[in-house]
């Protein structure tokens, strides 16, 4: 029997393509359970590269000189375009404004990983808890004590 392939051969294909469909299936499941872990909104932003603070200035100059002008993507070439023609010295007020941001943010950075290890829970800000445990005693203390409530009577 010339080509045909014997039985044996072909059960063990069979069995390995079934196993790899079952790993796959099992991935899927530990993927779907583990379920996308979402940003904290407290947690600084990163700051802008000297590019991006350039970039923010040269979109305004570029509005003004071509109000007509309404593609993303022409004012991003442009501003590319000039940034790589730009000597080291014309970028150095930039790369001094962005190393601002980023010590500020470094800053920001520790305080908030600080507020983490305190174990801060981070839905609600310290002074909005402050409050809230406030307005239970409040609400406890206008309590009568008898458990009715007063009613007001005109």
Known sequence: MRGGKSRAVASSNDDTKVAGKRKAANNQGKR???GKVGKDPNKPKRPPSAFFVFMDEFRKEFQEKHPENKKVSVVSKACGDKWKSMSEADKAPYV????????EYEKSMASYNRKQSEGYSGNASPVEEVVEEGSK???DDEDDGNGEEEEDVE
Request: glycine share 0%; proline share 0%.
């Open 32 to 34: 779907a359970k583990r």
């Open 96 to 103: 001094a404004k962005a190393a601002k941001r980023k010590a």
């Open 137 to 139: 005693s409040e609400v």
